[in-house]
């Protein structure tokens, strides 16, 4: 690692010390500068220029820097203990203290006055939005008897000058190592980012077409070497003069006037004929240039997919929390007050549940919930990936380490996942190999990559769920046992849809809602005939095939009913016959009697009536298929979702 690319510009001695310590304790050799808002800044552009590639800074100096750099600036972190220690020492001194500071971290100060205060102390608590108020602040404290404060350099500064005593808030040495980690992870995700482009770079240069660049003014910013010929033969000399005369015909202005796609438009340039694709260049929704590509013959959609893909940026987010889980049943009231105060602390939670129970929705929110929500959230289908590509997508790979690795590797889903939280769903699909990898993540907290030898360090919070019985795949030999019992500190279960029956009326609103507003649709009320009737349904699915039902019912219907006879319509001969007239075990529907077995559910007579339309088909499934008026397919499924009515 290049650690000289590291600078830390500190805004008091104490910290460039203490910090200078932990340096030379891990081996490590960067400069550490004593410097403050302005100074760091002029600081911190010199040492980029020197090739600085992080900035460890703090406080108020941090915010300042971040205002105005380009490259990450990683701030010593603040914490409860902090405060609580730094206002120890100033109640030592006096008995009336007073905290000031500029950033949110400071909020933390007004939690710890009430662990800290006595009943004959008083402390002060003012955040502020600029330094520049420091002084007038200071001295109405004095008027109210404070004579000691609490802060950064500029209010300890401030403090001294006006006769008072000053606590400096001071990071430990677990904070200050966490920064210099920090610092190190962002220098490497740089470094990577700076080797992929490069690889973009040489991708560009090497092509087979003509890719250039040009400003809003139609000023040509860049080029590649194939489209410098180009250019060139239509008498662009120098970059600095735009084209807009070599090209009057084209629609390349359009794109950066409008936003506009260019596909295929032929022009000339020179004495060759060539096809120009331009796609605008945007920097926060601005048009600021466009980008083309040209060639002779053919077209470039290829080479352009493959340079978009490498650009892309996949963000890793959660979206649900607790208050999207519909369900107001005890049992379901039971889980989400289980998992909030799971959301609470940083163990390892195996959730358990059938399909469409909600795993996924469940680990969202507790993410959201707790003190990762602002971080990433990755989630896995483990069951989704060949046990030959979920090793290298779990811990990435460095270049070479494979036939058909990516040349200038791969970051993994850990990595991606650092300081956030990881979903794996389906743990119990992945394979033994990876199970012996996966628990020294969980122990170690450190990946290393496939081909490489050093190791990664790693902060992610692991929550796995999976539908099968894991502690029996344990015992029948299928599943690690220590790596069990590392995912399972917690346990949360999930229930099924028919343990909470009650919840299926509001569920049913909430899918109809939600189906009608993405179709653009008016949202209709569902009758209580037909939310009765799906209340009867053995939904294997839970609330997934109960959505699908509701969505099915909603298409059939047009999006204009949602009434018995709707249900009847979409979900078919079961619920027809359940409409018909019963009598001593017999279904009469449209004049024809079918024997059911009198057991009472929806579930059983749609299997006698498909029974018996299979008996009178010959048990000729295409056939049987085409008098139910479904698939093959949707046949076949109905028959195994059905196999447990007698």
Not at 24 to 42: M, N, S
Not at 301 to 312: F, N, T, V
Not at 379 to 394: F, K, Q, R
Not at 423 to 435: A, N, R
Request: net charge neutral; hydrophobic share 45%.
């Amino acid at each position: 690692m290049h650690e000289s690319k590291i600078v830390a510009i500190l805004p008091n001695s104490h910290l460039v010390d203490s910090l200078g310590i932990i340096q030379r304790r891990l081996g490590l050799d960067f400069p550490i500068y004593h410097k403050q808002v302005q100074e760091a800044l002029v600081q911190a552009r010199a040492s980029i220029q020197s090739g600085a590639k992080v900035i460890i800074s703090r406080g108020l100096t941090a915010e300042f820097l971040r205002k105005f750099l380009d490259v990450p600036v990683v701030d010593i972190d603040y914490d409860f203990f902090q405060f609580a220690e730094a206002m120890r020492r100033a109640l030592k001194i006096s008995k009336t203290i007073a905290v000031i500071g500029f950033i949110d971290a400071y909020r933390l100060a007004e939690r710890a006055v009430d662990y800290i205060r006595r009943s004959d102390e008083t402390v002060f608590v003012r955040i502020l939005e600029t330094s520049a108020f420091v002084e007038n602040t200071i001295r109405d404290f004095i008027d109210q008897g404070a004579q000691v404060f609490v802060g950064g350099n500029t209010v300890v500064r401030n403090a001294r000058s006006l006769g008072c005593e000053g606590v400096y808030v001071e990071p430990d040495d677990k904070l200050l190592e966490a920064a210099i980690e920090k610092a190190r992870y962002e220098l490497r995700i740089y470094l990577e980012r700076e080797e992929k482009f490069e690889t973009i770079q040489a991708i560009v240069n090497s092509a087979a077409n003509g890719i250039f660049a040009i400003n809003g003014n139609g000023v040509v910013s860049v080029a590649n070497p194939l489209a410098q010929k180009y250019l060139k033969n239509a008498g662009l000399s120098e970059y600095s003069a735009s084209i807009r005369n070599l090209l009057p015909g084209t629609k390349l202005f359009e794109t950066i006037k409008t936003g506009q796609t260019i596909n295929e438009d032929f022009i000339t340039l020179g004495d060759t004929e060539v096809v120009m694709s331009a796609a605008p260049v945007l920097v926060d929704g601005e048009i600021r240039g466009a980008v083309a590509t040209i060639q002779e013959i053919g077209k470039i959609q290829d080479l352009d997919h493959k340079i978009r893909k490498k650009l892309l940026h996949k963000g890793h987010i959660a979206v649900k929390t607790f208050s999207d889980i519909i369900g107001e049943s005890p049992v379901m009231q039971q889980c989400k007050r289980t998992a909030l105060h799971f959301a609470s602390v940083d163990s390892t939670v195996l959730i358990l549940g059938k399909t469409g129970t909600g795993k996924e929705v469940f680990a969202q929110s507790i993410h959201n919930a707790s003190r990762r929500a602002a971080k990433p959230f990755v989630a896995v289908n483990c069951a989704a990936l060949p046990s030959s590509l979920l090793e290298s997508e779990l811990f990435g790979y460095v270049k070479g380490a494979f036939t058909g690795a990516r040349t200038e590797g791969k970051a993994g889903i850990f990595e991606l996942a650092h300081t956030g939280t990881i979903f794996l769903d389906e743990i119990s699909e992945i394979p033994p190999e990876v199970q012996a990898r996966l628990l020294r993540v969980v122990q170690e907290k450190e990946i290393a990559r496939i081909g490489d030898d050093k190791v990664i360090p790693v902060d992610v919070r692991i929550l796995v769920a999976t539908n099968r019985d894991l502690f029996r795949e344990v015992r029948e030999g299928r599943f690690r046992e220590d790596l069990y019992y590392r995912l399972s500190v917690l346990e949360l279960r999930l229930p099924e849809l028919k343990e909470r029956s009650e919840d299926i009326p509001d569920l049913i609103r909430y899918l109809i809602k939600t189906i009608c507003t993405s179709a653009s649709r008016t949202v209709i009320k569902a009758q209580d005939d037909a939310i009765a009737v799906l209340k009867t349904m053995q939904l294997n699915g839970n609330v997934r095939e109960l959505a699908n039902v509701v969505e099915k019912i909603l298409v059939m219907s047009n999006y204009k009913s949602f009434d018995l006879a709707s249900v009847q319509a979409a979900i078919g001969p079961s619920l027809n016959m359940a409409a018909g007239i019963k009598d001593g075990g017999k279904c009469k529907t449209g004049g024809d009697e079918l024997a059911l077995i009198e057991c009472g559910s929806i579930a059983e007579m749609e299997k006698a009536f498909i029974v018996k339309v299979l008996d009178e088909c010959g048990q000729n499934k295409a056939a049987a298929a085409r008098r139910l008026g479904i698939s093959q397919t949707t046949l076949w499924r109905r028959l195994k979702a059905l196999r447990a009515c007698p």
